[in-house]
């Protein structure tokens, strides 16, 4: 997995193939599943009734996927019928052949017992003994397989319904309208039914005991729509925090897309140990209990952007499918755009860009540290390995990127165009193109082959002057990624901004096109700009950094109306370190209005290492706002002094909010405080929402450099902790590897007993301190995992950190050490450059 020659590695893995759809010789035109799961035994018993239809040639089987499962008959209209098993599949014979347009409904019985995929049961446990049992599926991505026999592919949709049949006091969740709930003795019966046609991996099945809250009703037009969230016993009122901004959700994703709620009901409902955030199952959504928050994580914690994410999808994904998952950005690109949509009819246009920002962020970090690849692309192993930031933040950016292109009118039209043409379809990109096209008669190809099909990104320095003699304003726009005839120059259009006002007023702008990999733009200007503006509704897909002069960059970081030009700004300044840049910066922490741009501000002031940094963020730690104090609690862990830690000991003790106690506790750590291994010790045996607070002392722990705090990782590693402790103490024991030889073989042992743990999320944990601490003796089980194991994402994660362990094998010993003495050089220099600020005080 070498980088190629412009630097980035590539995405399809050993062993990937280009992958497309099954062929299709029926259309599957419902689904009806009869299930009585055990909860105690882990098993399902059900039978599963299939009606096909033949298309234009005669049938003699339909080959099912059907992986595990014990099939005990198979039967047409009550007739038994021939069936074969072939591995991970089930031809169900026709005898004779099935005519062409001809229905068919046949029945196949089956059980399976503790699955390894698609179901999952949930039972207390020695080290979990509150655990409530209870049951749920994931069917993405093609996992459906694992407890039902269909075709497993999403470009097939069919309507559905289900009789699910549990033991009384328990709920069973499924797709649909709740058409009846009877007694039967000592068991229930829920029949649920789906009359829009969904794909199979959207199918859903929960069963517990689960408590019902009714949220209000949503009205369009004439429809109405039932609300619900479902929750285990005691968390009720955390459900309200989580789930209670639902309806309103509804409300503005109806107005936005002028299209209703496309199902009979929407519920919610909270599982444990859930393997994803949440899953859209087609008028179900499952999420993770995870979300679920007290009032103390209400302060800076909202469920909002998962709530969003999820019901987006019910347009996106449920309704309009992509039709291979090559397309499944189409998916999650719109959902991920919608959870900033609602954001901005909630809290408003800065929150808005500054989540697309912060996509973007999270797009670039991928690219530059993983692989890059285009968003559609069709070349891999799994499924799943497509489940990443190039699909869902990138898509997001590009969607954020095409509101900015057609504008807001236009944008809009054309979102409802495609949602009204493409319902109960499967789709593909081209679908979208032609309804952009449909809507606006913008011709969109070009847009589409560079921002979607092609992989990659602007690097953008953005550069400005002003000429008084000239009476005109220059920006260089200046492309600083590898140009060449395989990767050309991107090509775009951008707006330009200019204000003789700091605060705005007076502007004048201007569209321009860039085509070359430096572009000059002179602009005649009958005033001298104070204020110039690069972009202002931040739509650019691009890693820009500006390079604007501290005077222009003073007055963006003071009067740019949009949040993004002002986090760039302050990065500039903050690398100036100029007089005129650290004044700047200390206004905007007195004066700014939006969070964001403080937090992105306080990263900033981190990679400068500067003493007068440090002291902007040692102010900021007690800033009003929690997430301001978070990202300078955050920061503060780069500067190895007692100022620094007397503020982190501070926050790290008393702060209200979890999240600013775990930055302060990981950053202290970093600081090597005398008084931090007991602060930090303390803390790792805390008890708090979701081993918030836990895992950043055990973070901060790793960092300390301190043998006494192996045992503590060690034993926060083991089952019984919460899996953000366990995962966060595999990472820190990684990091103490790092800093102490001596610690490393116990860290080793760690990370080996954790690569199979039941906790999906603490396993991947295991595999990045693998692969972080570069040691070959792991890599037997890492190959073992890339091969055998039940879900992609660890076969990916596995076959990647093995792969990087083998790489660095072959890395001279030479660049270790020159890396030792670069780490050297640059504690000297800050230790001098305290010692200058010292003597300047005195």
Request: net charge negative.
């Amino acid at each position: 997995m070498r980088a190629d020659e412009s630097g980035h590695r590539p995405f399809a893995l050993p062993g990937s193939a280009l992958r497309y759809g099954p062929d299709k010789v029926v259309d599957v035109l419902h689904i009806d599943l009869h299930l009585v799961p055990d909860l105690e035994r882990a098993r399902l018993d059900g039978i599963c009734t299939t009606t096909v239809r033949a298309l234009d040639e005669p049938v003699p089987f339909v080959r099912m996927d059907c992986v595990d499962l014990e099939i005990a008959s198979a039967s047409v209209d009550g007739v038994p019928m021939p069936f074969a098993r072939h591995g991970k599949t089930l031809d169900v014979i026709f005898d004779p052949p099935l005519e062409p347009q001809t229905a068919a409904t046949f029945a196949i019985e089956y059980s399976v017992e503790r699955p390894r995929h698609g179901l999952f049961f949930v039972h207390p446990s020695p080290a979990y003994p509150a655990r409530v049992a209870h049951a749920w599926t994931q069917s993405q991505d093609e996992n459906a397989r694992y407890w039902f026999p269909c075709l497993d592919y999403p470009h097939e949709k069919q309507t559905t319904s289900a009789t699910v049949v549990v033991p009384k006091g328990q709920f069973a969740l499924s797709n649909g309208a709740l058409i009846e709930r009877r007694d039967e003795g000592d068991r229930t019966v829920f029949v649920y039914r789906q009359d829009v046609p969904h794909s199979t991996y959207l199918t859903t099945l929960v069963v517990g005991p689960f408590v019902e809250v009714v949220q209000r009703a949503v009205a369009f037009g004439e429809k109405s729509t039932p609300i619900f969230y479902y929750v285990l016993p005691g968390r009720a009122a955390d459900g309200e925090r989580s789930f209670g901004a639902t309806p309103k959700m509804v409300e503005v994703f109806q107005d936005r897309l002028d299209y209703p709620y496309p199902y009979a009901r929407y519920s919610q409902i909270a599982v444990s140990d859930f393997i994803f955030g949440g899953m859209e199952n087609t008028s179900a959504t499952t999420q993770t209990d995870r979300t679920l928050h007290d009032e103390r994580a209400h302060i800076d914690f909202s469920s909002d952007p998962l709530v969003s994410h999820e019901l987006a999808h019910q347009w996106f994904g449920d309704l309009l499918t992509c039709r291979d998952w090559a397309h499944a950005w189409l998916n999650e690109g719109f959902a991920t755009f919608f959870e900033a949509v609602y954001r901005e009819a909630d809290l408003g246009a800065d929150e808005y860009l500054y989540d697309v920002f912060t996509c973007l962020q999270r797009y670039l970090e991928e690219d530059a540290d993983r692989y890059r690849r285009p968003i559609v692309y069709n070349r891999f192993r799994d499924p799943i390995e497509l489940f990443d930031r190039h699909l869902y933040e990138k898509g997001a950016a590009v969607l954020h990127m095409l509101r900015g292109e057609l504008g807001d009118a236009r944008f809009w039209r054309s979102i409802r165009r495609y949602v009204r043409d493409n319902a109960e379809r499967s789709v593909e990109t081209i679908d979208f193109i032609r309804a952009i096209e449909d809507a606006t008669g913008r011709n969109m190809r070009g847009f589409f082959d560079q921002w979607v099909f092609r992989g990659g990104h602007p690097q953008l320095s953005v550069s400005a002057a002003y000429d008084p003699k000239r009476r005109a304003a220059t920006v260089t726009l200046e492309q600083k990624q590898p140009i060449d005839d395989a990767d050309p120059a991107f090509v775009f259009e951008v707006d330009l901004a200019f204000a003789p006002d700091p605060a705005g007023s007076g502007e004048r702008s201007i569209r321009v096109r860039v085509e070359h990999a430096k572009e000059t733009v002179t602009v005649p200007l009958d005033f001298e700009p104070k204020l110039v503006r690069f972009d202002p509704g931040a739509y650019l897909l691009a890693d820009v950094s500006y390079s604007l002069g501290a005077d222009f960059a003073a007055a963006a970081l003071a009067g740019d109306p949009s949040p993004v030009a002002r986090i760039r700004a302050a990065r500039e300044l903050a690398a100036d370190g100029s007089v005129q840049s650290r004044d700047a910066l200390q206004r905007a922490f007195r004066e700014e209005r939006f969070w964001g741009v403080l937090a992105e501000s306080c990263e900033a002031l981190e990679r400068t290492r500067a003493p007068w940094a440090r002291t902007l963020l040692c102010e900021a730690i007690d800033h009003e706002h929690p997430k301001v104090r978070r990202a300078a609690a955050a920061a503060l862990g780069a500067f190895k002094d007692a100022q620094s830690a007397d503020a982190l000991v501070r926050r790290a003790g008393s702060d209200e909010s979890y999240f600013v106690r775990y930055a302060a506790l990981h950053a202290l750590g970093k600081t090597r405080d005398p008084r931090a291994f007991e602060i930090l010790a303390g803390a790792v045996r805390e008890r708090s929402w979701n081993g918030t607070i836990e895992a950043g002392a055990a973070l901060g722990l790793g960092e300390l450099a301190d043998e006494r705090a192996t045992p503590l990782l060690l034993e926060a590693t083991r089952p019984g902790g919460d899996e953000a402790l366990r995962c966060a103490a595999l990472g820190a024991l990684a990091r103490q590897a790092e800093l102490l030889a001596s610690e490393r073989p116990a860290a080793i042992d760690a990370v080996l007993d954790r690569l199979d743990d039941g906790m999906f999320m603490v396993a991947r944990a295991a595999i990045r301190a693998a692969e972080r601490m570069q040691e070959p003796r792991l890599l037997a089980q890492l190959d073992r995992l890339s091969a055998s194991a039940f879900d992609g994402r660890i076969r990916r994660d596995a076959t990647e950190a093995a792969m990087r362990i083998r790489e660095s094998l072959k890395v001279p010993a030479q660049v270790s050490h020159l890396r030792a003495d670069l780490d050297a050089l640059r504690e000297d220099q800050r230790k001098l450059a305290d010692r200058i600020e010292a003597i300047s005080r005195s």
